[in-house]
């Protein structure tokens, strides 16, 4: 059974708190259907894929993919994430905010991250503005 304890350990150590921000500056189509994606994941090799299942039942929320690597010396792993903003808002955040993380490196991440699910949820990302802002945040991020 995991507890609060172990699942900080394990994000700190390998978990990814992180938004995809289109770069405003980049006029190339981009593919992505969203000018931000907010992410929060964790990807371990495939024999601890266990755990992730674990977490996913914890949290309640998100899914488990299976990640193929073909680089040499790799395994294949597996990536437990959540997407959905109303997730990361009234699970994942609060999680973190009450069971603070204790690398340095994961907290700065983790409080940017926070900064740009707020600039988010007040729309800043459908702006031109407030997308170039969001890009510079993103760019502090590990």
Known sequence: MLN????????????SFTV????PKDRKKVERRTKAEP???????????????ELKKYFGCGNVYFQKDTRPNHQNCYRFEVTKRGDLEKIIIPFFKKHKLQFNSKKKDFYLFCQLMDKIKKGEHLTDKGLVRMYQIKQKMH
Do not use: C, M, T
């Open 39 to 53: 992410r929060f994941y964790i990807k371990l090799i495939e024999k601890d894929k266990s755990i992730l299942y």
């Open 4 to 15: 609060s304890e172990y699942i900080v350990g394990l994000i700190d150590g390998e978990g």
């Open 20 to 23: 995809y921000i289109k770069n």
